[in-house]
């Protein structure tokens, strides 16, 4: 069957955000876990003192109440990661807010392949559209990323781009530790046709060379 461009395009597309969510499912999974974890915890210690012959009712109550406010912040981190594969509304977000959570879903892991974050757009201002700065930005950081051979510093900033928004991304070889060696990723390595494919459909301009890219968000 013959496509037109446009739709060809749009499948491109959703074929990338597809390669961008299965690179990121372990982050999310991780994160996730660890939300839930401090809920097994309380209720395993829960379940200890239940099993005493004269359990304390009153410190009873209290880690039932524990457990209750732990229950609802883990619902409320695992919803917000879910919203990486559902979006509930596509809303304007500070720039500086969504690199600074985004970094967080992945610095760990960066840091073992010695590759150090540095997060140069706190406070910086400029908004664009949720969607197009999760899956553009992200998918930017981990192709360019995933083109470093060895340690390296990613520096991310915010320039003034009239009433766009500029994010800067620069990679350059440091002096870092490689704590794992093994850095092929749980799925395929984005390519930058992928990226070009996202920012496309998201409105982005896109410019990239090796070890830089610039990320243009309309107004």
């Given at each position: 069957?013959?496509?037109?461009?446009?739709?060809?395009?749009?499948?491109?597309?959703?074929?990338?955000?597809?390669?961008?969510?299965?690179?990121?499912?372990p982050a999310?999974?991780?994160d996730m876990?660890?939300?839930?974890?401090?809920?097994?915890?309380?209720?395993?210690?829960?379940?200890?003192?239940?099993?005493?012959?004269?359990?304390?009712?009153?410190?009873?109550?209290?880690?039932?109440?524990?457990?209750?406010?732990?229950?609802?912040?883990?619902?409320?981190?695992?919803?917000?990661?879910?919203?990486?594969?559902?979006?509930?509304?596509?809303?304007?977000?500070?720039?500086?807010?969504?690199?600074?959570?985004?970094?967080?879903?992945?610095?760990?892991?960066?840091?073992?392949?010695?590759?150090?974050?540095?997060?140069?757009?706190?406070?910086?201002?400029?908004?664009?559209?949720?969607?197009?700065?999760?899956?553009?930005?992200?998918?930017?950081?981990?192709?360019?990323?995933?083109?470093?051979?060895?340690?390296?510093?990613?520096?991310?900033?915010?320039?003034?781009?009239?009433?766009?928004?500029?994010?800067?991304?620069?990679?350059?070889?440091?002096?870092?530790e490689v704590?794992?060696?093994?850095?092929?990723?749980?799925?395929?390595?984005?390519?930058?046709?992928?990226?070009?494919?996202?920012?496309?459909?998201?409105?982005?301009?896109?410019?990239?060379?090796?070890?830089?890219?610039?990320?243009?968000?309309?107004?």
């Amino acid at each position: 069957m013959n496509h037109s461009p446009e739709v060809l395009r749009e499948r491109l597309g959703e074929a990338a955000r597809y390669a961008l969510l299965r690179r990121m499912a372990p982050a999310l999974r991780h994160d996730m876990a660890g939300a839930l974890q401090p809920v097994s915890m309380m209720a395993a210690m829960l379940e200890k003192r239940l099993q005493k012959p004269d359990p304390d009712m009153v410190a009873l109550g209290k880690n039932t109440s524990a457990i209750s406010a732990l229950a609802r912040e883990a619902s409320a981190s695992c919803m917000g990661l879910m919203t990486w594969l559902a979006p509930r509304e596509d809303v304007p977000l500070a720039v500086s807010t969504c690199v600074a959570e985004s970094l967080g879903l992945v610095a760990t892991e960066m840091s073992f392949r010695g590759i150090n974050l540095v997060n140069e757009t706190e406070g910086a201002e400029g908004k664009a559209l949720l969607s197009s700065l999760r899956g553009v930005f992200m998918a930017s950081l981990l192709a360019l990323t995933d083109e470093c051979v060895g340690p390296s510093d990613v520096v991310l900033t915010v320039v003034p781009a009239g009433s766009a928004t500029l994010l800067d991304i620069r990679v350059s070889a440091s002096s870092g530790e490689v704590m794992m060696t093994d850095g092929s990723p749980a799925y395929r390595k984005l390519g930058w046709d992928d990226v070009e494919a996202l920012a496309e459909a998201q409105g982005v301009g896109l410019v990239h060379s090796p070890g830089h890219v610039e990320l243009r968000f309309p107004a």
